[in-house]
């Protein structure tokens, strides 16, 4: 008895101990666990240095990482800098609370690029996604030439990686991880995207008026606030003067005023009703009012009548297909969104002090989530001449797939919806 009781106590204590130094299974010296893929505390910190001295001014090479549990470093770092102008130096106490604020954001970001991260290489994994060197090489090279442009390109991008905290192969892990998901977002919707001659058709069937070109009438106007002014406007323009030097002189309608007196294509609906009626009842070149409104007196005239016209079936089936085929896309991503991250918030699971809103073990409350989406840490810009330059990888920061909003444009104007993309490094993570 005494045995088994010295064993099960034995096993309290080590069961204690690893879940407050680790966190639900997670092996002593990592931050996270995926399945079966865990995130080394060795990758977190030199991410978390990387992000620290992107989020400094400039990038400074000399950018402390808030150490906690002290942030002794961090404190000292900040005290070397010189007091705001006119102000006075904060306390240590001060700056330590900084520095811890600084550290929970920075954290956040880079758990959160990290875990996103394993989630996007899992699942092209699963579905047999790849990605080669020369493909991310290439990306590189393109980004380079582009953001460092010139003979001394090469010079700045290696100044660049100095003052970055990044490697190379830092860039490269983060051009990989993008074309991971752009092919990722390619191989779920593709299927989802055919549309058929039927379709398209029924959809012109129920949306033709969506179609359909209302009449425009071109006019000549002077707005006046009094009729008086108006019956003058009238007078003048019946003499034989212009609606330009009429305008100039009696309108109070700056935007006709100063184009002559003109206002082009009126479609019916878009005046005041006393006014949208004066202009569909007239006939075109005749003087028409004073027509009272409630911005005053308008005296017009037609110029110009474009009849009412709807677009044929085979005129509208591009952009119907190219319409349907957005909307499918867009439905086969939202599902696909929703159940990735599902999926793979199930199986990850944080060490104690690294718990953000992807753990499946993350706190409840929401002061302590961490960010809620995408991101990779440590986005610096590189100053050349005298403005800043966007750096190689910025765009390539990767975590799980985005969603964007459905596209609200009218059909006829209404493109295929891109697939999303990643948030850029550096910027505040989006709400999901």
């Known amino acids: 008895m005494t045995f088994a009781r010295t064993q099960l106590a034995c096993a309290a204590v080590l069961g204690a101990a690893l879940v407050a130094g680790c966190g639900n299974d997670v092996p002593a010296g990592s931050v996270a666990k995926v399945g079966d893929a865990t995130i080394k505390k060795s990758d977190f910190d030199k991410w978390l240095r990387s992000a620290a001295q992107g989020a400094s001014q400039g990038g400074a090479a000399t950018a402390a990482a808030p150490d906690p ?14 007091a705001p102008q006119g102000g006075k130096k904060p306390d240590a106490a001060a700056l330590k609370k900084q520095c811890r604020q600084e550290y ?15 989630w996007v290489q899992q699942e092209a994994d699963d579905r047999n996604v790849k990605v080669s060197n020369k493909e991310v090489e290439n990306r590189l090279d393109e980004e380079k030439k582009r953001a460092f442009p010139g003979k001394n390109g090469e010079k700045r991008y290696q100044a660049f990686l100095k003052t970055s905290g990044m490697k190379e192969d830092d860039i490269l892990f983060r051009f990989r991880l993008e074309t991971l998901q752009q092919k990722l977002t390619q191989k779920v919707t593709q299927e989802q995207a055919k549309v058929t001659d039927a379709d398209v058709k029924a959809y012109y069937a129920k949306n033709k008026k969506r179609f ?3 009449e425009r ?3 000549n106007v002077v707005l006046t606030k009094g009729k008086a002014k108006a019956q003058k406007a009238r007078k003048a323009l019946s003499g034989g003067r212009s609606f330009k030097a009429v305008a100039k002189k009696y309108s109070i309608d700056q935007a006709s005023k100063s184009q002559g007196g003109k206002l082009p294509d009126v479609a019916e609906g878009q005046q005041e009703k006393a006014f949208n009626d004066a202009i569909f009842g007239a006939k075109k070149g005749k003087l028409e009012g004073p027509v009272k409104t409630q911005f005053g007196y308008y005296v017009f005239e037609v110029t110009k009548v474009t009849p ?3 677009q044929s079936l085979e005129e509208s089936k591009d952009t119907i297909r190219n319409l349907l085929k957005s909307q499918r896309q867009q439905k086969a991503l939202d599902r696909f969104i929703k159940d990735f991250r599902a999926r793979y918030k199930e199986k990850t699971v944080c060490a104690e002090d690294f718990r953000i809103a992807e ?25 050349q001449g005298g403005g800043a330059q966007q750096v190689p990888g910025q765009g390539g920061a990767q975590g799980a797939p985005q969603q964007q909003p459905p596209q609200q444009q009218p059909p006829q ?3 295929p919806q891109q697939a999303p993309q990643p948030q850029t490094p550096g910027q505040t993570p989006q709400s999901p």
């Open 69 to 82: 549990p002290t942030y002794a470093k961090c404190v000292a770092a900040k005290q070397r800098q010189p």
């Open 104 to 118: 929970d954001q920075l954290k956040g970001d880079v758990m959160q690029f990290l875990i996103q991260a394993q």
């Open 212 to 214: 359909a070109q209302p």
């Open 217 to 219: 009438r071109s006019l």
């Open 308 to 310: 009412a016209s709807q």
């Open 359 to 383: 753990c499946n073990n993350a706190p409840k409350s929401k002061t302590n989530s961490g960010p809620a989406s995408g991101g990779a840490p440590g986005g610096q810009q590189a100053p």
């Open 413 to 415: 104007q209404a493109p």
